[in-house]
C-alpha cells in the first residue's frame, strides 16, 4: 500500500508564509511527477503546481512568483513554499504523485488526506 501523508497547514494573516509537505511512503519502486492540487468550498479541485522527477515545475498563473513547488527524490517528499499569502489561496491542499508501486508495470496516481489553509486576517 501507498500512503501520502500532507503536514504544514494552518491559520496565517494575508502576507504571511507557510511551507506544506507530502511525504509518499509504502511499497513504491519510483515516483515520476509530484503535484499540489487545491479546493476552496463551493469550487472545483485545481492544480496549483506539478514538478517531474528531474526537477522541472509549472504553476498556477496566480501562485507564479508567491509558490515554490519542490521535492527531495531521496525522502519521497514533496514541499510547496507559499509566500505573499491571500485570502483567495484558502482552501484545502491536497498532494499527488504519479508513481509506480512495487512490482506494477504501470504507474498509478495517489492522493493525501488534505491539509487545510486558511488565509484570514
Known amino acids: 500500500q501507498v500512503q501520502l501523508v500532507e503536514s504544514g497547514g494552518g491559520l496565517v494573516q494575508p502576507g504571511g508564509s507557510l511551507r506544506l509537505s507530502c511525504a509518499a511512503s509504502?511499497?513504491?519502486?519510483?515516483?515520476?511527477?509530484m503535484a499540489w492540487f487545491r479546493q476552496a468550498p463551493g469550487k472545483q479541485r485545481e492544480l496549483v503546481a506539478t514538478?517531474?522527477?528531474?526537477?522541472?515545475?509549472s504553476y498556477k498563473d496566480s501562485v507564479k512568483g508567491r509558490f515554490t513547488i519542490s521535492r527531495d527524490n531521496a525522502k519521497n517528499t514533496v514541499y510547496l513554499q507559499m509566500n505573499s499569502l491571500k485570502p483567495d489561496d484558502t482552501a484545502l491542499y491536497y498532494c499527488?504523485?504519479?508513481?509506480?508501486?512495487?512490482?506494477?508495470?504501470?504507474?498509478?496516481?495517489?492522493w493525501g488526506q488534505g491539509t487545510q489553509v486558511t488565509v484570514s486576517s
Open positions: 509504502g511499497s513504491i519502486s519510483s515516483i515520476k511527477a
Open positions: 514538478i517531474t522527477t528531474g526537477g522541472s515545475t
Open positions: 499527488n504523485a504519479d508513481l509506480f508501486d512495487v512490482g506494477s508495470r504501470w504507474p498509478s496516481g495517489y
